[in-house]
């Protein structure tokens, strides 16, 4: 497969998902500056990828977990190494099933669970994490095209509430 990734512009797609119980699903990575770190699931889009597909697929691959698509939450923006753009679209998404069912630990995720959002205050996370439990309960997903209203601009973070 062709990845996105292997140019200078990477497109990348993350997401809360959240169970009937009100619990997000949490991944501990096993690479990168994550290592050791919950963070929501998340990959690359693939060539004629759709992004609502992209975060589908990423989340059913890393868990096992079904899910589909709220809405948008926000857009984190960045370059690396003067060179390349680093783009990744925040989803929200509601599971359909709940029993992780993927094999781990493998070489990218020690483990995956879910979890109350308030309890990740006091776990070790990404950054984004902090920042959605924090501004999650006035977030507003984006559906459209029209504008949700006030942009909340923190660092490389462009969140819509």
Same mark, same amino acid.
């Given at each position: 497969?062709? &990845?996105?990734?292997?140019?200078?512009?990477?497109l990348?797609?993350?997401g809360?998902v959240t169970n009937?119980r009100?619990?997000?699903?949490?991944?501990?990575?096993q690479y990168?500056?994550?290592?050791g770190k919950?963070?929501?699931p998340?990959?690359f889009v693939? =060539?004629?990828? =759709?992004?609502?597909? =992209?975060?589908?697929r990423e989340?059913?691959?890393?868990t096992?977990?079904?899910c589909?698509?709220?809405?948008?939450l926000?857009?984190?923006s960045?370059?690396?190494k003067?060179?390349?753009?680093?783009?990744m679209?925040?989803?929200k998404?509601k @599971?359909?099933?709940?029993d992780?069912?993927?094999?781990?630990p493998?070489?990218?995720?020690e483990c @995956?669970?879910?979890?109350?959002?308030q309890s990740?205050?006091?776990m070790?996370?990404?950054?984004m994490i &902090?920042?959605?439990v924090? &501004?999650m309960?006035?977030f507003?997903?984006l559906?459209n095209?029209t504008?949700?209203?006030?942009v909340?601009?923190?660092?490389?973070?462009?969140?819509? &509430?």
């Amino acid at each position: 497969m062709i &990845y996105l990734r292997k140019s200078k512009v990477w497109l990348g797609v993350s997401g809360i998902v959240t169970n009937q119980r009100g619990e997000w699903l949490v991944l501990k990575k096993q690479y990168s500056g994550l290592k050791g770190k919950w963070s929501f699931p998340a990959g690359f889009v693939e =060539a004629g990828e =759709a992004i609502d597909d =992209a975060i589908i697929r990423e989340v059913k691959e890393e868990t096992g977990i079904d899910c589909d698509v709220e809405g948008i939450l926000g857009v984190r923006s960045g370059v690396i190494k003067n060179d390349i753009s680093d783009n990744m679209i925040i989803f929200k998404l509601k @599971a359909t099933s709940e029993d992780i069912s993927t094999h781990l630990p493998n070489d990218e995720i020690e483990c @995956a669970k879910w979890v109350d959002k308030q309890s990740l205050l006091n776990m070790e996370c990404s950054p984004m994490i &902090y920042e959605f439990v924090r &501004y999650m309960p006035g977030f507003k997903p984006l559906q459209n095209t029209t504008s949700p209203g006030k942009v909340f601009n923190y660092t490389k973070y462009h969140l819509y &509430y």
